[in-house]
């Protein structure tokens, strides 16, 4: 079955110290993967995306994203983080219908 | 481009009583997705749209539940006899383009509250 995991629930970082958020998925080929985040009390926004070709994704608020194929990971990665970062973010896969196969989440908290 | 729009925002309502969200895609988008949230979870897919046909349907959505896209415009979400269970946001996306491929754009939600 496919499925994507988010390793860790919650991680706590300091402002200006870089970010890796965890992300592992299940699928019989190649799944397009999403980055989201989600602010208190608002939708998902998307991030990033990746469906082929270059592996090193780059997204809106600096972040960007790795897919690698033998890890069947897509970690998602921004340099130096502010405190506006805190929110959930999630891990999307997509099926061949479209829908999207989202993981747990992971909780950022940015301590000043 | 006003992006996706739901209604209401919150609903509290009391076991047993039914419930009907709306969900207003951006416009000319021919996808339409429903989602619900639990705390603590990522969203869980329910069902979806093209145009105006249902395509799929997730083992989540129990008889009680059901969902219409009169004309491939907007869609309701209605549950009967709500359980304290339905709990949840309910979240819509809409996109256009091919399946997979496609970015869903999602609307700020519906949090229901079953007491």
């Known amino acids: 079955a496919q499925s994507v995991t988010q390793p860790d629930i919650h991680i706590t970082v300091s402002e200006g110290a870089s970010l890796e958020l965890r992300c592992n998925y299940s699928?019989?080929?190649?799944?397009?993967l999403f980055w989201y985040v989600q602010s208190p009390g608002q939708g998902l926004q998307l991030l990033l995306k990746?469906?082929?070709?270059?592996?090193l994704v780059q997204g809106i608020k600096g972040f960007e994203a790795e897919f690698k194929r033998s890890q069947s990971s897509f970690n998602l990665r921004k340099p130096s983080v502010h405190w506006s970062d805190a929110a959930e973010y999630f891990c999307?896969?997509?099926?061949?219908?479209?829908?999207?196969?989202f993981g747990q989440g992971t909780t950022l908290q940015v301590k000043p | 481009d006003t992006g996706v729009s739901q209604n209401p925002r919150h609903k509290i309502t009391k076991r047993g009583q039914n419930v009907t969200f709306r969900c207003d895609p951006i416009?000319?988008?021919?996808?339409l997705y429903w989602y619900r949230q639990t705390l603590g979870q990522g969203p869980e897919f329910l069902t979806y749209f093209q145009n105006e046909a249902q395509l799929e349907k997730s083992r989540l959505l129990s008889d009680r539940f059901s969902a219409e896209r009169p004309k491939g415009s907007f869609s309701t979400l209605e549950i009967q006899r709500t359980e304290q269970g339905d709990s949840a946001m309910y979240l819509c996306a809409s996109s256009y383009g091919t399946a997979s491929r496609e970015t869903q754009y999602f609307g700020p939600g519906t949090r229901l509250l079953v007491l």
């Open positions: 999307a896969g997509s099926s061949n219908t479209g829908k999207l196969i």
């Open positions: 416009s000319e988008h021919n996808r």
């Open positions: 990746y469906f082929s070709g270059d592996t």
């Open positions: 699928y019989g080929a190649t799944p397009y």
